[in-house]
């Protein structure tokens, strides 16, 4: 079965960095579009970024554009998200979602997710 398993989250200051990373098996992870989403206390899961199957274009919610990174390795099923200049408001559950369509912002068009992974910046 396909599983997608997030690491990397934790406790930072504001202005610190964390990389997540998401570990996927099960699927053909090199023809997925691979998107990390969030989810704050009280507020819909929202978009931060996507990546095509092999990594050629990438798109970011401008809330994180210029400060996160989402990178993939298909040799290694694993698809990252740099997370530098953290901001209080970047405090969520961070997912990771895998679609063998298109790229998208939209959560209802990915058809895997991983259980999350909790980031909490302190201001």
């Known amino acids: 079965q396909v599983q997608l398993v997030e690491s990397g989250g934790g406790l930072e200051q504001a202005g610190g960095s964390l990389r997540l990373s998401c570990a996927a098996s099960?699927?053909?992870?090199?023809?997925?579009?691979m998107g990390w989403f969030r989810q704050a206390p009280g507020k819909e899961r929202e978009f931060v970024a996507t990546?095509?199957?092999?990594?050629?274009?990438?798109y970011y919610a401008d809330s994180v554009k210029g400060r996160f990174t989402i990178s993939r390795d298909n040799a290694k099923n694993t698809v990252y998200l740099q997370m530098n200049s953290l901001k209080p408001e970047d405090t969520a559950i961070y997912y990771c979602?895998?679609?063998?369509?298109?790229?998208?912002?939209?959560?209802?068009?990915?058809?895997?997710w991983g259980q999350g992974t909790q980031v909490t910046v302190s201001s």
């Open positions: 979602a895998a679609n063998y369509g298109a790229t998208s912002y939209a959560p209802r068009e990915y058809d895997y």
């Open positions: 990546i095509t199957p092999r990594g050629v274009y990438t």
């Open positions: 099960g699927l053909t992870f090199s023809s997925c579009a």
